[in-house]
């Protein structure tokens, strides 16, 4: 069972926003009965055509989707286009007070719309992501033949969404969640998203406060290292740091792992090249 906020729950049992606009300026729909979701969303804008006035939506899905779908109604009232195209899933779940990960995919779904709506209506292409009703040619690769979903698509909701797991990407888009043939597939895009993030981390300054020092040992740890043993079931937790000492306990696969010595050196060694050349990495058992 999971853990639902009080405000998901309010959104799903007093939906706002529910219906259509016969005459919305904008349509985005999303989704398809086959996948068990979908998604219409309508906008109505001002007599300028600047700022959005009214929101409604209809959808077919679980708690979740009908709690987003109310949630992002209530969210891109009285925005221009271009501040709405600016609201990511992960405010939209914030907005809510936090969604199961299992259940992100409800949050996407709904920035999908939106984003189709938009697009519809300035008459430019449709996002790569647009449509999973598997009866229109998409751009870029399908990878999820089951949900018809891109790797363009794909890696930008890994991207956005820092995910570091198949499972991770399967809540969040549904991608994987059927046969799973596509699994190989999404751990290779998740792969290629983590290397491009690494190419764009920051360069090790040249002089630091004892202070700054302990932050960038924290920020490394939580966005560089982190995240790769994440990829592999593992994890780890920052016990201490005194000096140049940090000290670290292997969490999850990495606990006990016969090669946790050498997963160590590579964590000395990622916060030597990144924060300070004395460093000291100790695995601590606790």
């Given at each position: 069972?999971?853990?639902?906020?009080d405000?998901?729950?309010?959104?799903?049992?007093n939906?706002?926003?529910?219906?259509?606009?016969a005459?919305?300026?904008a349509?985005?729909?999303?989704?398809?009965l086959a996948?068990g979701?979908?998604l219409k969303l309508f906008i109505?804008l001002?007599?300028?055509k600047?700022r959005i006035?009214?929101?409604k939506f209809?959808t077919f899905g679980?708690?979740?989707?009908?709690a987003?779908?109310?949630?992002?109604t209530?969210?891109?009232?009285?925005?221009?286009l271009?501040e709405?195209l600016?609201?990511?899933?992960?405010e939209?779940?914030?907005?809510?007070g936090?969604?199961p990960?299992?259940k992100?995919?409800?949050?996407?779904?709904?920035?999908?719309?939106?984003?189709v709506?938009?697009?519809?209506?300035?008459?430019?292409?449709l996002p790569?992501?647009?449509d999973h009703?598997?009866?229109q040619e998409?751009e870029?690769?399908?990878?999820c033949?089951c949900?018809?979903?891109t790797d363009?698509?794909?890696?930008?909701?890994i991207?956005?969404?820092r995910?570091?797991?198949?499972?991770?990407v399967t809540h969040?888009?549904?991608?994987g969640?059927a046969?799973?043939?596509?699994i190989?597939k999404?751990?290779?895009l998740?792969?290629?998203v983590?290397?491009?993030q690494k190419?764009d981390a920051?360069k090790r300054p040249e002089?630091?406060?004892?202070l700054?020092?302990?932050?960038?040992?924290?920020e490394?740890?939580e966005?560089?290292?982190?995240?790769?043993l994440?990829?592999?079931?593992?994890d780890l937790?920052l016990?201490?740091?005194a000096g140049?000492?940090?000290?670290?306990?292997f969490r999850k696969?990495?606990?006990g792992?016969a090669s946790?010595?050498y997963?160590a050196k590579?964590?000395?060694?990622?916060?030597?090249?990144?924060?300070?050349?004395?460093i000291?990495?100790e695995?601590v058992?606790q």
């Amino acid at each position: 069972m999971w853990d639902y906020t009080d405000k998901v729950k309010e959104h799903f049992l007093n939906p706002r926003n529910v219906g259509d606009i016969a005459d919305a300026d904008a349509v985005g729909e999303v989704g398809s009965l086959a996948c068990g979701d979908a998604l219409k969303l309508f906008i109505k804008l001002d007599d300028n055509k600047e700022r959005i006035v009214d929101a409604k939506f209809q959808t077919f899905g679980c708690g979740s989707a009908i709690a987003s779908s109310s949630a992002l109604t209530e969210m891109i009232k009285g925005k221009t286009l271009d501040e709405a195209l600016g609201v990511t899933n992960q405010e939209i779940a914030d907005f809510l007070g936090g969604l199961p990960e299992e259940k992100m995919h409800c949050s996407v779904m709904g920035q999908e719309a939106l984003e189709v709506a938009i697009a519809k209506y300035r008459g430019g292409p449709l996002p790569v992501h647009h449509d999973h009703g598997h009866d229109q040619e998409q751009e870029g690769e399908i990878v999820c033949k089951c949900f018809g979903l891109t790797d363009g698509f794909l890696k930008k909701v890994i991207a956005q969404n820092r995910l570091h797991t198949a499972e991770q990407v399967t809540h969040f888009t549904k991608a994987g969640g059927a046969c799973g043939g596509c699994i190989p597939k999404i751990k290779e895009l998740i792969a290629e998203v983590l290397g491009e993030q690494k190419q764009d981390a920051p360069k090790r300054p040249e002089k630091l406060t004892n202070l700054r020092k302990m932050q960038l040992i924290q920020e490394v740890l939580e966005n560089e290292i982190r995240p790769q043993l994440w990829s592999d079931g593992g994890d780890l937790e920052l016990i201490d740091i005194a000096g140049a000492t940090v000290q670290i306990a292997f969490r999850k696969a990495c606990a006990g792992c016969a090669s946790s010595g050498y997963t160590a050196k590579f964590v000395e060694q990622k916060l030597r090249d990144l924060v300070s050349d004395d460093i000291v990495v100790e695995e601590v058992q606790q």
